[in-house]
């Protein structure tokens, strides 16, 4: 689903190397790139040719895309971070499976401080998208080639090994023009007939990296404005809500509609953008609701960002499946049920 | 919502049979999920998959509870047996799947899929033999949504390929049918 999403998204440049549960992706990749004018597919040697390969697409212009699933995700981050310092539009995916270590090849949430803390060495952001079923593996696909190429950032799409190994009917969004992108003036392809350019991260110079940290921080204010998203599903008389994103989220939309059926009122807010947080969505739901619980398919994470964006005004409480294993709806309705007779706001 | 869990060892054509049924159920028009899980071999490890149909969107792909299992091996028994649904069905390849049901508060339904197979002379379908059975024990969808589906993904294949899956196919739906 994001090879195809990503091919009409404009995607030219394809660079991977295999790891169980994405390889779908990087199959798919390697059959349809043959078939597209300008497209290219490169199996890498390692996970880190695949990444500077990136870079280098990247450089020249492309819309370029690498994917892996943990393990291969760590080590990823040095080119994410030079992606991040040269100022580098790149989708980068990664299909989560348990660890840490090699772990399994089971769904898992474990890489999210990975993922929304940067991941590599330095003083940067990556924007993080994080999808709950295969309809918006495809929007989302869409959407990462162009928060990247309008913010000249990586972006990261953080998936599970759920979707990466599930199939379901979805509607791709129509094929793109790529002749009708953007120009974008930067780019390097051969410096006939005008000044060379020259893109670079060694900067020894302390002012000069000063001035790029200020600038790359001015952009993360803008990303952090513009583009916060979150769903709301069955907030607005709710007493408590479940906060979960991805395939934890999809589990604890089965486990509300349940809880609703037993009469209690709650509801879920799931994050689409994990950095940048939606604090916003999340404070204005605070306004009416005082208990949220956390549901992660890791140890406690995303809680963290749960808690500074409400900044203890509210009742955070936590759930957490690590390792690869997969909650039912029943398992997550029952905690729901339990806490909210324990907090007694069935008496609201 | 009915979830069917399709369980067996790599090689018999487990995958195969729950992406067919997926295709033919997405293709009715109803809300699917497909889920596979196998080991890393190619041939010999477990391999399963799940289909959770619904008119309504799905929540959770994993069959915690199948309504239905398609069963191809020993283990598999040993690993669904206790999961299944009251009141669901098993559909059990009795060639191969020596192992007794001992729940009550189920439905069995003994295929003889290997033997049959072999009778047509084609061991490869046997797992289309299955497929039959639990299309028309189940009635989740038609034998002609299965078999358009089949078609769709054997495009490009050789023709005979669909003629012995058709085969196949019909046999298990009889054999079903003159049980009832």
């Given at each position: 689903?994001?090879g195809?999403?990503?091919?009409?998204?404009?995607?030219?440049?394809?660079?991977?190397?295999?790891?169980?549960?994405?390889?779908?992706l990087?199959?798919?990749?390697?059959?349809?790139?043959?078939?597209?004018?300008?497209g290219?597919?490169?199996?890498?040697?390692?996970e880190?040719?695949?990444?500077?390969?990136?870079?280098?697409?990247?450089?020249?212009?492309?819309?370029?895309?690498?994917?892996s699933?943990?393990?291969g995700?760590?080590?990823?981050?040095?080119?994410?971070?030079?992606?991040?310092?040269?100022?580098?539009?790149?989708?980068?995916?990664?299909?989560?499976?348990?660890?840490?270590?090699?772990?399994?090849?089971?769904?898992?949430?474990g890489?999210?401080?990975?993922?929304?803390?940067?991941?590599?060495?330095?003083?940067?952001?990556?924007?993080?998208?994080?999808p709950?079923?295969?309809?918006?593996?495809?929007?989302?696909?869409?959407?990462?080639?162009?928060?990247?190429?309008?913010?000249?950032?990586?972006?990261?799409?953080?998936?599970?090994?759920?979707?990466?190994?599930?199939?379901?009917?979805?509607?791709?969004?129509?094929?793109?023009?790529?002749?009708?992108?953007?120009?974008?003036?930067?780019?390097?392809?051969?410096?006939?007939?005008?000044?060379?350019?020259?893109?670079?991260?060694?900067?020894?110079?302390?002012?000069?990296?000063?001035?790029?940290?200020?600038?790359?921080?001015?952009?993360?204010?803008?990303?952090?404005?513009?583009?916060?998203?979150?769903?709301?599903?069955?907030?607005?008389?709710?007493?408590?809500?479940?906060?979960?994103?991805?395939?934890?989220?999809?589990?604890?939309?089965?486990?509300?509609?349940?809880?609703?059926?037993?009469?209690?009122?709650?509801?879920?807010?799931?994050?689409?953008?994990?950095?940048?947080?939606?604090?916003?969505?999340?404070?204005?739901?605070?306004r009416?609701?005082?208990?949220?619980?956390?549901?992660?398919?890791?140890?406690?994470?995303?809680?963290?960002?749960?808690?500074?964006?409400?900044?203890?005004?509210?009742?955070?409480?936590?759930?957490?499946?690590?390792?690869?294993?997969?909650?039912?709806?029943?398992?997550?309705?029952?905690?729901?049920?339990?806490?909210?007779?324990?907090?007694?706001?069935?008496?609201? | 919502?009915?979830?069917?869990?399709?369980?067996?060892?790599?090689?018999?054509?487990?995958?195969?049979?729950?992406?067919a049924?997926?295709?033919?159920?997405?293709?009715?028009?109803?809300?699917?999920?497909?889920?596979?899980?196998?080991?890393?071999?190619?041939?010999?490890?477990?391999?399963?998959?799940?289909?959770?149909?619904?008119?309504?969107?799905?929540?959770?792909?994993?069959?915690?509870?199948?309504?239905?299992?398609?069963?191809l091996?020993?283990?598999?028994?040993?690993?669904?047996?206790?999961?299944?649904?009251?009141?669901?069905?098993?559909?059990?390849?009795?060639?191969?799947?020596?192992?007794?049901?001992?729940?009550?508060?189920?439905?069995?339904?003994?295929?003889?899929?290997?033997?049959?197979?072999?009778?047509?002379?084609?061991?490869?379908?046997?797992?289309?033999?299955?497929?039959?059975?639990?299309?028309?024990?189940?009635?989740?969808?038609?034998?002609?949504?299965?078999?358009?589906?089949?078609?769709?993904?054997?495009?490009?294949?050789?023709?005979?390929?669909?003629?012995?899956?058709?085969?196949?196919?019909?046999?298990?739906?009889?054999?079903v049918?003159?049980?009832?």
């Amino acid at each position: 689903m994001i090879g195809e999403a990503a091919i009409r998204a404009g995607c030219r440049f394809y660079a991977g190397y295999p790891i169980t549960p994405q390889n779908e992706l990087t199959e798919y990749m390697a059959r349809s790139m043959d078939n597209i004018e300008d497209g290219t597919f490169v199996q890498a040697e390692s996970e880190i040719a695949a990444i500077n390969m990136v870079i280098g697409a990247s450089m020249a212009g492309a819309r370029a895309m690498t994917s892996s699933s943990s393990p291969g995700i760590s080590l990823k981050q040095e080119g994410i971070s030079f992606l991040a310092a040269q100022e580098l539009p790149a989708v980068i995916v990664n299909t989560m499976r348990g660890g840490p270590g090699l772990g399994n090849i089971a769904p898992s949430q474990g890489d999210y401080f990975q993922a929304t803390r940067g991941g590599g060495h330095g003083d940067y952001r990556t924007i993080v998208l994080a999808p709950d079923s295969g309809q918006e593996l495809a929007d989302l696909t869409r959407t990462a080639f162009e928060y990247a190429d309008k913010y000249r950032s990586p972006v990261l799409m953080l998936a599970d090994g759920m979707m990466g190994q599930m199939m379901e009917p979805v509607v791709f969004p129509e094929p793109i023009d790529v002749s009708l992108l953007p120009h974008k003036p930067w780019t390097l392809g051969g410096a006939e007939g005008r000044p060379s350019r020259i893109i670079l991260s060694l900067l020894l110079n302390p002012a000069k990296q000063e001035e790029l940290n200020w600038k790359l921080e001015r952009k993360y204010e803008t990303i952090t404005r513009e583009i916060p998203k979150a769903e709301k599903y069955m907030t607005d008389d709710a007493h408590l809500a479940v906060i979960a994103y991805g395939t934890a989220a999809r589990i604890a939309k089965g486990a509300v509609k349940r809880v609703r059926e037993m009469g209690l009122k709650v509801g879920l807010f799931r994050p689409i953008t994990l950095w940048p947080y939606p604090k916003n969505d999340l404070r204005d739901l605070s306004r009416h609701i005082r208990d949220f619980l956390v549901f992660e398919m890791n140890t406690g994470q995303m809680v963290e960002d749960v808690k500074l964006s409400l900044e203890g005004k509210s009742n955070v409480h936590f759930y957490g499946r690590p390792g690869g294993t997969i909650s039912t709806p029943d398992e997550i309705a029952k905690m729901i049920n339990t806490l909210y007779h324990r907090q007694n706001l069935e008496e609201e | 919502m009915k979830k069917t869990v399709f369980a067996g060892f790599g090689g018999q054509g487990v995958l195969m049979m729950g992406y067919a049924f997926a295709m033919a159920v997405m293709n009715d028009g109803k809300h699917i999920t497909y889920l596979p899980a196998y080991g890393a071999e190619m041939r010999g490890g477990t391999a399963n998959c799940t289909v959770a149909v619904s008119d309504e969107e799905i929540f959770s792909p994993v069959a915690s509870a199948p309504d239905y299992a398609v069963i191809l091996s020993n283990p598999s028994l040993i690993k669904y047996e206790s999961m299944i649904n009251n009141g669901g069905t098993v559909f059990i390849n009795s060639s191969l799947v020596t192992k007794e049901v001992s729940r009550d508060d189920i439905h069995i339904v003994k295929v003889p899929a290997g033997d049959m197979a072999r009778k047509l002379r084609n061991e490869r379908i046997s797992n289309m033999i299955m497929l039959g059975a639990f299309v028309s024990g189940s009635q989740l969808t038609s034998m002609e949504s299965i078999l358009d589906a089949l078609a769709e993904i054997t495009k490009g294949k050789k023709a005979t390929l669909m003629k012995s899956n058709k085969k196949g196919l019909d046999a298990g739906a009889e054999y079903v049918l003159q049980g009832v």
